[in-house]
């Protein structure tokens, strides 16, 4: 059997210079021509070992030496710079490093313009784990009343999966409910998995999200159909 060949990575980064002296550019200018003027990258200016200055440039021999001039001059007294493959993702890479040591010398900081703050996200599920715990620890009406629902509807029938063989190959549910969205996975057993816990039905899967006592599962959850549109699983029904 022949080996699989590994597929070779193109690297980010293909050439940098760390710590050198702004001395370069005027006693050795021909050297640092030759290395780096017309390629792009990201660059840091530093005043002995204490960054100061990230910045990006098209040129990066033409700006760090402009630095030398404008507003910076006698500010630091070495550089790096980083010598970039492909400009698709150098803003972004520049404003990452920008939040992450936020220099002294850079009047502005870094934007992730299509990066979602998980801040949000993380404050409701560290509210919903504090709430498990407590329930589980004193107890509460919510859980008791997911209890209840839930043994009504296998008092009802025990092993009744109304999904059961309607995905083959499982399938993500969603839903929304008060703002926040939700995920569930339908298993090739019809049962469904949320949050840890398996429920037989798409109600029982409901009443764990809402904390309700009842609910039409059915016109809850929706799912993604072939043309990739969310559409509820009651369709299915019909």
């Not at 498990?132 to 009406?141: H, T």
């Not at 809850?220 to 072939?226: C, I, Q, T």
């Amino acid at each position: 059997m022949a080996k699989k060949k590994k597929k070779k990575i193109t690297s980010l980064v293909f050439g940098h210079l760390e710590k050198i002296g702004t001395k370069v550019f005027y006693d050795y200018s021909n050297v640092i021509t030759d290395l780096i003027e017309g390629h792009q990258g990201i660059y840091a200016l530093y005043r002995k070992d204490r960054l100061y200055y990230v910045g990006l440039a098209s040129n990066l021999k033409s700006r760090i030496r402009a630095h030398n001039e404008d507003r910076h001059s006698g500010k630091w007294t070495h550089f790096s710079l980083y010598i970039i493959r492909k400009e698709d993702h150098i803003k972004e890479l520049e404003s990452l490093v920008l939040r992450i040591a936020y220099p002294k010398g850079n009047s502005i900081k870094g934007k992730l313009r299509q990066s979602k703050d998980l801040r949000p996200l993380l404050k409701n599920k560290l509210i919903e784990e504090w709430e498990r715990q407590l329930d589980g620890i004193i107890g509460s009406k919510r859980t008791s009343v997911i209890h209840k629902a839930a043994n009504r509807s296998s008092a009802k029938s025990k092993n009744e999966r109304p999904l059961k063989d309607v995905f083959p190959q499982g399938k993500v549910i969603y839903a929304a409910y008060r703002g926040k969205d939700y995920k569930a996975w339908v298993r090739t057993n019809g049962r469904i998995k949320f949050a840890g816990n398996v429920y037989n039905s798409p109600s029982l899967a409901g009443i764990a999200v809402t904390k309700k006592e009842t609910i039409n599962g059915w016109k809850f959850w929706k799912y993604k159909s072939k043309k990739g549109k969310l559409v509820y699983i009651d369709e299915l029904r019909k």
